[in-house]
């Protein structure tokens, strides 16, 4: 592990969601003269690693001591992960869940069934194919934006990442946990979350079109925990 790095900065780690690379935090912008931002990427995972192990590893690459971590969608899962492992001075999930609870229906269900086994993920890899299809504009809007931000194509990958989600086995959310979700939010839908900052018209995707309220309220999170 590297040696801290010496500043009196606030370090603020970021973690992307599943698959996607640290570009998706490109319209999030901290104050460079109170924190320093240091962007995660994820990593395959090993065969057979567990998530906890995954969040060991990644916990290898945070370099400074009592961190703010913060992590959207599955990285919001992964950054409470690491935060057992590691001091933590805050810990923020944006469009995350907090325990298993807070899953939906179709994902218990998914479980249950271990549905989640079948699912096509290899499809990944034929963004160019499936544009060419004659889908709706909404449709292909979302597939432009996942080609874009997409950083993980790896069938083991996101074959591990949806079981890591569906099965996790938080049960008890950790009360210190900043909760930041969307009304609009139709993965981790908003009536099975509780103890959370309301962002009116958020969706899954609001760490992008909704960076302006995040770039407002963002601060204050990271400098005095909860309201």
Sequence with gaps: ??????????????????AANPSIFEHIKLDDNIFEVVYLSWQVPHKGESLQAYAKRMSQ????KNPVLIGVSFGGILVQEIARLISVQRVIIISSVKSYFELPTRMKLAKKTKAYKILPTGMVNYFE?????????TVKKRLQLYKKYMFVTDKYYLDWSIENIICWQQKCPDPNVIH?????????????????????GGTHIMIINKYKWLNKHLPNYILHGKK
């Design 1 to 18: 592990m590297n040696s801290e790095p010496i500043s009196n900065k606030i370090p603020v780690y970021m973690m992307p969601g599943m």
């Design 61 to 64: 690459l945070i370099r400074h």
């Design 129 to 137: 194919q499936m544009m060419n299809f004659p889908l709706g504009k």
């Design 180 to 200: 930041i979700h969307g009304d609009k939010d139709n993965v981790f839908p908003i009536e099975f979350i509780s103890d959370f900052e309301l962002v009116p």
